[in-house]
């Protein structure tokens, strides 16, 4: 299955990033995915999906803020009138947003945010973020009625697959963001969904109220501060679950270790895997190679984690 329309050119489809296990601490600093350049060669690699690519029907706005509420913690709900944008975003997808420059301190760059959720009836999209650096910050103090720019749906998305009858979704921290959606569509689909959902601590995992309210998705929420999110306790007991309810795809975003996790879990019980990754974006389109995915070894550009990505697909070692 393809996640929407796609107009751009075919891409190599096996460019290959080496993905495994670097010793970790993987609490992951603010953003969606796993960083590319903090992967590492020996369990399996990463590889572009197949397919065509996701919808691009990319579009500019300038986008009414209809909310910005504050969910507990550092993390912050914005919700943005873009009908197009909502009409056309594919889960796993991104947008570029941009705070109107004001002042000295302009903000140029703009910061790559998950599409969280959206109502394609009222044309909204809804961004959830966690206040990090100069930009997230600007963000959290944005009100109802201000414009943004945002540029979007950008990236490939997530791929379900027609013949999954249950999908398991792990993620961490802000990374679940970019799962959201995917819980959704699969839900839709009649699938069933198991959400994992981990977090530092209940403040922090604020994405819980919103896989709750998925119809046929069952939500375990681990955190670290009763030690239930440590991959060595939740390999075991996700791995007890898809003994009983298998799995045919595993969706992961947010943590190395998480991430590792699922590739054994995945290699147990054959699900396919995919992945969300993370990369520092300038343009999050294709034009500054800023995002390029390390490729070990390779004497040529890796794949663009904007572009090709943000979503890749797990492949087993030998496979
Ligand atoms: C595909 C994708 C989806 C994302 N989705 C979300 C989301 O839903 N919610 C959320 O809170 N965060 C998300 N992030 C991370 C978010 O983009 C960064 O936290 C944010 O750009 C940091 O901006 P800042 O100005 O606060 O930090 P600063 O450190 O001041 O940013 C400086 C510059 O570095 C870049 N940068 C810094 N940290 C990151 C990072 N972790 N990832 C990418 N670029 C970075 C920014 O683009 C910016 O240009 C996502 C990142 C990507 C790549
Ligand atoms: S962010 Fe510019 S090419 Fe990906």
Redesign the pocket.
């Known amino acids: 299955m393809t996640a929407g329309g796609a107009d751009i050119v075919a891409k190599t489809p096996h460019n290959p990033i080496e993905a495994g296990a670097p010793p970790a601490d993987d609490v992951r ?5 796993v960083d590319p350049s903090e992967v590492a060669p020996t369990e399996g690699r990463l590889v572009m999906l197949e397919g065509p690519p996701s919808g691009v029907q990319s579009s500019l706005a300038r986008a009414v803020v209809v909310a910005n509420d504050h969910l507990g913690d550092r993390y912050w709900r914005m919700q943005l009138s873009a009908p197009d944008i909502a009409g056309n975003t594919q889960p796993g997808q ?1 947008v570029m947003l941009t705070v109107t420059p004001s002042g000295p301190s302009n903000w140029v ?1 703009p ?4 599409v ?1 959720d959206r109502d394609v009836a009222r044309g909204t999209i809804d ?11 600007q963000m959290a103090g944005i009100g109802t009625g201000d414009e943004l720019t945002v540029v979007g749906p950008q ?1 490939n998305g997530f791929r379900l697959d027609p013949g999954t009858k249950h999908l398991l979704v792990v993620g961490r921290g ?1 990374g679940l ?2 799962l959201s959606l995917l819980a959704v569509a699969a839900s839709k689909r009649g699938m069933a969904v198991s959400a994992v959902l981990s977090a530092r601590d209940r403040e922090a995992n604020v994405l819980v109220p919103f896989f709750e309210a998925v119809p046929n998705a069952k939500v375990l929420a681990v955190l670290d501060a009763d030690g239930s999110s440590d991959p060595e306790a939740l390999g075991p007991r996700l791995q007890a679950l898809l003994d009983e309810v298998p799995a045919q795809q595993i969706a992961t975003c947010g943590s190395r270790r998480l991430l590792r996790m699922c590739a054994a879990l995945a290699v147990r019980t054959g699900a396919s895997l995919q992945v ?1 990754l ?5 343009c999050g389109m294709g034009y500054c190679h800023g995002c390029s995915a390390w490729v070990q070894g390779a004497d040529q550009e890796g794949p663009l ?1 904007c572009r090709d990505g ?1 979503v890749f697909a797990w492949s087993a070692p030998g496979r």
Not at 29 to 33: D, K, Q
Not at 278 to 282: D, G, K, L, R
């Open positions: 600093r603010s953003g969606a995915g991104f760059l910061r790559p945010m998950a969280a961004v959830v973020y966690g206040t990090h650096g100069w930009g997230t910050r990236g802000i963001c970019s969300a993370e990369a520092h974006m300038a984690v943000p």
